[in-house]
């Protein structure tokens, strides 16, 4: 079993910047892959951005690229910066953690085992 805290999020003004943190506990992964999801109000939820240790390689979804940047500490805690908010950006964020399998992409979060609390972010115009 893992456990994943999450901390910050927040509510901010269009333009503002707001940092999310995720940190797992308890079962180690050979090849994890972390994610962070949102879902905003009455919508389904959303890939946002993932981390692969084993290649160190990033994932964003469109929509946030360029605005959002998804940082590691250590193996078993990662970070997203948010910057440029915009009001579309308001959601429940959530951080999500599973093993790498192969044919698996990082955006379908069905694939993902593991899910932190949720941290609102709300950005206002």
């Known amino acids: 079993q893992a456990q994943l805290v999450e901390s910050g999020g927040g509510s901010v003004q269009t333009g503002d910047s707001l940092r999310l943190s995720c940190a797992a506990s308890?079962?180690?992964?050979?090849?994890?892959?972390m994610a962070w999801f949102r879902q905003p109000p009455q919508k389904k939820r959303e890939f946002v951005a993932a981390?692969?240790?084993?290649?160190?390689?990033s994932y964003y979804a469109d929509s946030v690229k360029g605005r959002f940047t998804i940082s590691h500490n250590d193996a078993k805690a990662i970070n997203l910066q948010m910057n440029s908010l915009k009001p579309e950006d308001t959601a429940l964020y959530y951080c999500?953690?599973?093993?790498?399998?192969?044919?698996?992409?990082?955006?379908?979060?069905?694939?993902?085992?593991?899910w932190g609390q949720g941290n609102q972010v709300t950005v206002s115009s």
């Open positions: 999500a953690l599973r093993q790498m399998a192969a044919g698996t992409g990082p955006g379908d979060y069905l694939e993902y085992t593991y």
């Open positions: 308890g079962r180690t992964f050979t090849n994890p892959i």
């Open positions: 981390f692969k240790w084993s290649s160190s390689r």
